[in-house]
């Protein structure tokens, strides 16, 4: 069960965000300030308490929290993003997680990792080697989890920006999956949902608690995640995705 989420209000810099889809223009400031308002609602309803922090518009990605940091059962590791123009990120996110956590840990450099490259699946924690994350922030991270009596393992990433771009784990051993992730045989064992080429997006869900979220837009996701049992809440992301943002990395929940 989450019961905390923490959040960080975009600034009118987010139009500045980094994307690798210009294609699809720049992002509306205002809708994106309704769907992020319609997003931390939807995680309240899931019953988790939303920590809002304030907009920092040095930052045109600092509404992506989840990449700043990775939220376990023992203890908070701040990341170390390897994006240049999100270096210093991590450090806004240090007092916040302090009010939760007594224990914290660093990645230190020249380890790199963004928290949108790990997934957690109970104790066990796939990360993912991206232009985002090195090895050696990855196995930073797996000799922490260690530390702490879980584990972690490695994931090559060649196409997708991050690990949950293309990956969620819904719990109850299901796992979305799309993309160069379908054959990787670490994943062999879960019960997989395919995600269809054209709805690539939308495998970037969340469960939180008893719920799924869901991206606006990908019909067949949607219902593909209703008929294995899920409840769903969409929310439409539709600003975010255009500077490569998506439903988990708008959040840390824990
Ligand atoms: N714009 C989010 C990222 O690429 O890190």
Partial sequence: MFKNAIVRRPGHSLVNGITSAPELGKPDYGLAIKQHDAYIAALK????????????????????????????????????????SRRGEEKEIIEVIKKFYNNLEYIKEPGTLEGGDVMMVGDHFY????????????????????????????????????????????????????????????FKKFNKIMIDEEEIYSANCIRVNDYVLVPAGYPKTKE???????????????????????????????
Avoid: W
């Fill in 45 to 84: 309803s899931c019953g988790v308490e939303v920590t809002v922090l304030e907009t920092d518009e040095r930052f045109p990605d600092s509404c992506f929290v989840e990449d700043v940091a990775v939220c376990t059962k023992k203890f908070a590791m701040i990341a170390k993003p390897g994006a240049s």
């Fill in 127 to 186: 990360i993912g080697l991206s232009k985002r994350t090195n090895r050696e922030g990855a196995e930073q991270l797996i000799e922490v989890l260690e530390k702490y009596g879980m584990s972690g393992s490695i994931v090559e990433i060649s196409e997708m920006l991050h690990l949950k771009s293309g990956l969620a784990y819904l719990e109850d051993d299901v796992l979305l999956v799309t993309g160069e992730f379908i054959n990787i045989l670490e």
């Fill in 224 to 254: 593909k995640i209703k008929a294995a049992g899920f409840k769903v809440i969409v929310v439409d992301t539709s600003e975010y995705r255009k500077v490569n943002g998506g439903l988990s990395c708008l959040s840390l929940r824990f």
